[in-house]
């Protein structure tokens, strides 16, 4: 289900000289950070369906270009195959999509778009209201089929060299959270210059390691994110290809993410100005050691205060079922007996179990008919509009408790 990984996928550091023969050098990627074995975070099952199993995940860094990746690769057909995620409904994600739409058309006057790991088509959809012709590629068969009906035109497969081959040259090519899920980069990056004319700009949305290490969001480090990016890391991957980096932008979405604008090397000869983060950006393993310090503490805090609740009488219910809700739940070894239920607002989640546990995901509904003493905000990235959503909740007394970026009960 799973391989080993252990050379840098950006730059190939420690990477074995010829197949079948060791790396010639004492080139090694360090190890910042291990949280054990742990359950697909994604992998929410019915009673009775089958579960993919248990996987290591461990953080190794890489100090040429200050990549950070997992050890490991998971079968990318058992992770995505039909996948559990769904792009987010909320007011947060609609303001993100204006904001990107309107970056996008600031830098190009394209009108095609081709978006990888399009999802349900939600973007899509929202850029075909603006007046592109969109089309979308993602390798889950639920999503495209669901996007379909959206009329939003989508492709399954998974995207890389071959499949851009099959597919029309297009003046933007967006990719939103789908980079640091690619094992392969650069068969990615050859994919991307089979449909990039000469002024086509690709822009890749990716969570930026800065911010994961800043705030602590190790929740967000889980089997489908292979990949902590750094700029300098995205520099040495486009080194020797056709790309080049032409422009970054920040957002708030996700806990802190990048778009990284990309161009042809052979388009618009300007010389764009480095960026401030770039040039302060300066992550070095100790950074990981100290954030896995940081997570180890933070762990340890999260499951005193739940014992805590219950060992009162108290009831502890968790909102939002998402990937970092399997991070924290397995990390700290809860169950049942410590969170009753996780509500959620994805049909496809709802009436299965928090992997790896006996703890069901319910409605979202099931907050208000319950009212928990406390509600741990596992979607904690939602957070004002989720305090928002739950006023009446909390005006009867419910409590949320938000780990990141530390524990804090409101
Ligand atoms: P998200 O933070 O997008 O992702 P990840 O799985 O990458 O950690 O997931 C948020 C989850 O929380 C998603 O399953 C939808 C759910 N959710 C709610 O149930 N209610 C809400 O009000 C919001 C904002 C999210």
Known sequence: MYKIHNHCRACGYAKPVAQGIKSSSTEKLIPVFDLGIQPLANDFCKDGEPHAGYVPLKVLYCPRCSLAQLSVVVDPVTLYRHYAYVTSPSKMMRQHFAALI?????????????????????????????????????????????ARRNDVPTQIGFFGEDLARILPSTDIVIARHVFCHVDD????????????????????????????????????????????????????????????????????????????MIRRKDSAPELVPMSTLEKEENIIAQDWIQFSDTAHDQISRLRATVQAFRAQGRTVAGLGA??????????????RKDISFIADTTPQKQYTFSPGTDIPVT???????????????????????????FKLARSKGVKFIVPVPKIEIV
């Open 322 to 335: 998402s990937a970092k809700s399997t991070v924290w739940i397995s990390a700290c070894g809860f169950s």
């Open 102 to 146: 309107h970056d996008i058309s600031s830098e190009s006057e394209g009108k095609s778009v081709l978006e990888i790991g399009s999802n349900d088509g939600r973007l899509l959809h929202m850029m075909k209201d603006c007046g592109f012709s969109v089309l979308g590629v993602d390798p889950a068969e639920n999503l495209c089929e669901l």
């Open 363 to 389: 409605d979202e509904g099931a907050i208000l008919r319950e009212l928990p003493d406390y509600v741990l905000m596992f979607a904690w990235n939602y957070r004002e509009e989720i305090l928002e959503k």
């Open 185 to 260: 980069w650069q068969d990615f990056v050859h994919g991307l210059e089979a449909v990039a004319h000469k002024d086509t700009l690709i822009c890749i949305e990716v969570p930026y390691a800065g911010d994961t290490i800043k705030g602590c969001e190790f929740d967000t480090i889980y089997h489908e994110h292979l990949s902590y990016l750094t700029i300098k890391s995205v520099r040495a991957l486009l080194e020797p290809t056709r790309l080049r980096l032409h422009r970054i932008i920040r957002y708030p979405i996700h806990g802190g993410a990048i778009l990284l």
